[in-house]
């Protein structure tokens, strides 16, 4: 069955480093996601991404976030300077075109611990 | 701004026994309702879905409810099986294509054999 990959699996940074966090999502779908979760609270959403560019980011993607799709098959999403408050698990998603509402499938995670 | 509740932040049940996780929303745009099951160290698996023309929808031991009127879901487990120990996330979509999903914070459920 095809699933979403991520790697890492676990990331480890200095503050103020830059990470790039990666995804393999599901070959046939179009749109992808990223969300993340805060030890013991709620899976956020941060941005969506279809046909090569964002068609929705949350408040909690500022300048700081930027997402890719660099060879039609990785989607990354990069923190340029990270902050401590940036670790968490960090969740890719994919969703296959169609009618509205479309599961999305999630990935396994990379946890991003920032020192 | 909390859009989807799950106010039971753990629940216990008995194995054989039903199962039953609530959900609240505030947003009555949303038209599409999810539950995710997740382990440990694992991503949100999907798990059954309901649209907002339904009220029901069952698949095997799993069935969700929706109540429109009240913003509520639930999804009922019978019989519930230790393996269905988890946290159980229920998400909201308002009808747009590629929308992003509105997450409750999550039910962690205990299935006591």
């Known amino acids: 069955e095809p699933e979403v990959t991520q790697t890492p699996s676990h990331q480890v940074t200095q503050m103020g480093q830059e990470v790039i966090l990666r995804c393999v999502p599901i070959s046939n779908h179009l749109y992808f996601y990223w969300y993340r979760q805060i030890l013991g609270q709620k899976v956020e959403f941060l941005v969506s991404f279809y046909n090569n560019e964002i068609s929705e980011k949350s408040e909690i993607f500022d300048d700081q976030f930027s997402v890719e799709r660099p060879d039609g098959s990785n989607f990354t999403l990069k923190i340029r300077s990270t902050k401590l408050e940036d670790s968490a698990m960090y969740f890719c998603?994919?969703?296959?075109?169609?009618?509205?509402?479309?599961?999305?499938?999630f990935g396994p995670g990379t946890r991003l611990t920032v020192l | 701004d909390q859009q989807v509740k799950q106010n039971s932040p753990s629940l216990s049940v008995q194995e054989g026994r039903i199962s039953i996780l609530n959900c609240d929303y505030t947003?009555?745009?949303?038209?599409?309702f999810l539950w995710y099951k997740k382990y440990p160290a694992e991503g949100p698996t999907f798990l059954i879905s309901i649209s907002s023309i339904k009220d029901k929808n069952e698949d095997g031991r799993f069935t969700v409810f929706l109540n429109k009127s009240a913003k509520h879901l639930s999804l009922h487990i019978v019989p519930s099986q230790p393996g269905d120990s988890a946290v159980y996330f229920c998400?909201?979509?308002?009808?747009?294509?590629?929308?992003?999903?509105?997450f409750g914070t999550g039910t962690s459920l205990t299935v006591i054999p």
């Open positions: 947003n009555s745009m949303f038209d599409y």
């Open positions: 998400a909201a979509s308002p009808p747009i294509t590629g929308n992003q999903f509105y």
């Open positions: 998603a994919s969703s296959a075109p169609g009618l509205a509402g479309d599961e999305q499938f």
